[in-house]
């Protein structure tokens, strides 16, 4: 659609802060109100709508995308959104690791084995990994130390964390960086080092370059998401 507003800002609300156009609050596509927990995200939210020129771009609008999917999707079953989330963790990207050649694997132990360590000692649990491309179940107690830390995330914090998970496949990766355990860029280049390795060898292409980069995008917003609910 066109733009139709003049001003965009954000309005305190009962118990947050809501989106006004031209003194109308916003609403999502659900038909729920536009309305997030903390100022910081309220004036982001606010500068994306304001940002429009000519037709409302919502690719443009990340932020108000994350938003939106915590109020429509995820808070009204936040318990069933977490555990397709917390499967992640039955198969992390962290515990598959190369049986050669020798460079990849030292990579792999650099840059995986201290997100490992740092779950382990966080949740008090164990990972099995492996050389093997077939799954390699984790143990019980584990999945479900997992799947216990997902579910303690509000709404909002979901939906920042299941683009982190999901691009990267690694549930320990979003977690840390949930927690503010680890920092973006450590965690990106960790799920990217497979793929950074293999076009090391063979050479990337414009495809594969566009992929990356829209990747980087999504995980970037997440992360700014992130930020601004802190």
């Not at 109100?33 to 982001?44: E, S, T």
């Not at 500068?47 to 939106?68: F, V």
């Not at 966080?122 to 216990?148: A, M």
Request: with cysteine; charged share 25%.
């Amino acid at each position: 659609m066109k733009r139709f507003y003049d001003e965009a800002k954000a309005d305190p609300v009962e118990g947050g802060w809501g989106i006004l156009l031209d003194g109308k609050p916003v609403r999502t596509p659900g038909r729920n109100l536009l309305a997030v927990p903390q100022d910081k995200l309220a004036f982001g939210i606010a500068a994306e709508w304001s940002g429009q020129e000519g037709e409302i771009d919502p690719r443009s609008m990340p932020l108000t995308g994350l938003a939106n999917a915590a109020i429509d999707h995820i808070a009204p079953d936040p318990a069933g959104f977490s555990v397709g989330l917390a499967k992640y963790g039955e198969n992390d990207l962290f515990c598959y690791r190369a049986d050669n050649p020798a460079e990849l694997q030292r990579r792999q132990c650099e840059a995986w084995d201290p997100m490992l360590e740092w779950a382990a000692g966080r949740y008090g649990l164990q990972f099995e990994t492996t050389t093997d491309i077939v799954h390699r179940p984790q143990p019980d107690e584990t999945v479900e130390k997992l799947s216990n830390a997902v579910a303690s995330l509000d709404p909002f914090r979901l939906a920042a964390l299941a683009p982190l998970v999901q691009i990267g496949g690694s549930l320990v990766g979003g977690l840390a960086l949930v927690e503010q355990a680890m920092d973006e860029d450590t965690v990106w280049n960790a799920i990217r080092l497979d793929e950074d390795w293999q076009e090391s060898q063979w050479g990337e292409d414009e495809e594969a370059i566009a992929a990356r980069d829209a990747k980087r995008r999504e995980f970037a917003a997440a992360m700014r998401f992130l930020r601004l609910l802190s």
